[in-house]
Structure formats: structure tokens, C-alpha cells
């Protein structure tokens, strides 16, 4: 798949935004907008204090990807190490947990959480989330996952080994927990009540809310004190995480009824393995890229051969990718990133 140059063009199979400087983190919208577009989030990474998120609008039918309006791109301090939208669609009905569905919510993670409101023709800073009690300065935050059960809550980690539960319909913490020796560098929500992250330290661990003190260990590096830099829970069958290793051109599939012993391990990139994703709406297929500059999409045997397993397709990009997003909104696509860019693929 060549990559495009000009601003937001397309091709057959990809479609491509271009930005006047490198760009990492990457959203997308969980439902269209009223004239039936998705807003995609992108947001800068430069490293000095002053960085920018964009809003992008891409409509599936004509295969368009724009800036949405220019009072739509804003000033974020330091990188965005994620974004997210919120998870309720808006044909979401509401619910106690979820009393006011806001799809024009946007959360973004760096020094502090960030909620954004996003209006037609502007941004509002709703909160700035903040638990740091001692002083003005914080330990970064290098993660965060919105619980899509319950969307009041949102679950970040940091690099000063914790992480924090917020209620962020109250803008509170609801809890804080120490979850490993190390940094810890992603986190993801299983159920309403748990969830599971990874470390610096080389474990993937498992926390429920309803028994804070204890935490079920599903994985550990082979090589003690390799960190792990991702996670992501498998929405379709629970049962099922891919996590990846610092510096490693693998992806590891976990299954948490047999932990400590992978049930797959994933190596064909030629490089290290830079994001995964699950695909939205299939239980056995999976997205990873990395600075090979390919994304490879997996399909998982029923049972691994051993020769191990081959991807299903390979599609390359210009440079290394650091992002990559697959979303249930249009699963038909998976966006990444690399350099100044962030590209659509067609699946």
C-alpha cells in the first residue's frame, strides 16, 4: 500500500491526512455525526510543552478526510499519550450508570486527564483531572482506558507505579491503587469493575475493584524486568489479551484461564512491535504495527502450528507507525500513524 503525499488524499485502499508535524495519538468516534461523518482526533508529538490536537471528518460514502473546522484544532500541553472519545454512541439510551450520554465528549491523557467538550464550531475545557496533592508538578501519565460498561468511569496509569479510578461525572477519584514495582505503561477495562495493566516491571496483572488488595499476575516477561509497553482485552471473548515487549518484534496472546504460558506468540515484524489492536468485531482477529513501517492483520488459529502463524495481510507505510486504532464505529478501517501523517487502511 504506497503512501500518499498530498493532504488527505486518497487511493483505492488508504486514505491519508498530513500534518504540519509529527502526530502519535489517535481517536476515533464511537457514532457519526449528524451529517453521517466520524471525527477522528489526532494529536501532535513535539517535544516541548506546546503541542496541538486536530479534529479530522471523515465520511465513509465519499471517502473524505478533513479538518473538520479550523476553531477545531486546539493547544494541548505536552503530547497527548492517548485520546479517546467517549465509548456511548448516541443511540446509547441512558442508564444509572450512564445517565447523560455524551458523545461529544473527548478525554486526553499527558500531564493530568483532560475532558474536552466539543461543540459544532469549538472546544471546551470541561476538567482537568488532577490528583496529585502535594505540589503543581505530577508523574506523567503514559495511559488510560474509558470503561465502556460503566462510561462514568476511567481508569489511567503513570509512571510513579499507580493507577487511578476516576468518577468523572464527579471529577473524583474513586481509587488509587499501587500496581507494580515499575512505571506502569497501559492499562485497559475488562468488565465494569475490571481491569488489567502492564509494567515496566514485565507483568501483566488484573485488579477488581471489589477486592482492591489483591491482584491475579497473568503473565510475566521471560526475560525479568523486559517491560511491557501495551495491552489490549479482547472485547469480543474476554478471555483473550495481547500484550508486547519493550524492543521485541513479538505479540503475545494471553489467555487468562491458563496464565504465565502464552497461547500464541505473533513474529513476523522485522522490528519492534509499537501497538496492537483487537478487531471490533471479530473474536479472532487482530491488528499490530510497528517500526517496520508494516501493520500486520492476524487471524488466530484454533490451534498454532509450528511453524507458528502467518498474517493474513501486510500493509506498509512510509516509516515507522507508532499508533495504531480499529474501531467498532468503521471496522471496514484501521488508522494509524507515522511521521506527520495518519493514514485510513482499508481492511
Known sequence: MENSTQESQHQQNSITHE????????????SPTRSHHYRIAVGSFIETYNNRVDILSFDPETLSLKPLHPSLSFDHPYPPTKLMFHPTSTTSSSSPSNPNPNPNLLASSG??????????????????????KTSEFCAPLTSFDWNEVEPKRIGTCSIDTTCTVWDIERCVVETQLIAHDKEVYDIAWGEARVFAS?????????????????????????????????????KQDLRYMA??????????????????????????????VNAISWAPQS????????????ALIW?????????????????????EINQLQWSAAV?????????????????
Open 198 to 234: 502492564v509494567s515496566a516491571d514485565g507483568s501483566v496483572r488484573i485488579f477488581d475493584l471489589r477486592d482492591k488488595e489483591h491482584s491475579t499476575i497473568i503473565y510475566e516477561s521471560p526475560q525479568p524486568d523486559t517491560p511491557l509497553l501495551r495491552l489490549a482485552w479482547n
Open 243 to 272: 500484550t508486547i515487549l519493550m524492543d521485541s518484534n513479538k505479540v503475545v496472546i494471553l489467555d487468562i484461564r491458563s496464565p504465565t504460558m502464552p497461547v500464541a506468540e505473533l513474529e513476523r515484524h522485522k522490528g519492534s
Open 331 to 347: 471496522p471496514d478501517w484501521i488508522a494509524i500513524a507515522f511521521s506527520n501523517k495518519m493514514q485510513l487502511l482499508k481492511v
Open 111 to 132: 500531564d493530568f486527564i483532560r475532558l474536552w467538550d466539543l461543540r459544532d464550531h469549538s472546544i471546551e475545557p470541561l476538567c482537568v483531572l488532577n490528583n496529585s
Open 283 to 294: 473474536p479472532r482477529h487482530i491488528c499490530s504495527a510497528g517500526d517496520d513501517t508494516q
Open 19 to 30: 500534518a504540519p508535524y509529527p502526530l502519535y495519538s489517535l481517536a476515533i468516534s464511537p
Open 299 to 319: 487471524e488466530l488459529p484454533t490451534v498454532a502450528g509450528p511453524n507458528g502463524i502467518d498474517p493474513m495481510s501486510v500493509y506498509s507505510a512510509g516509516s
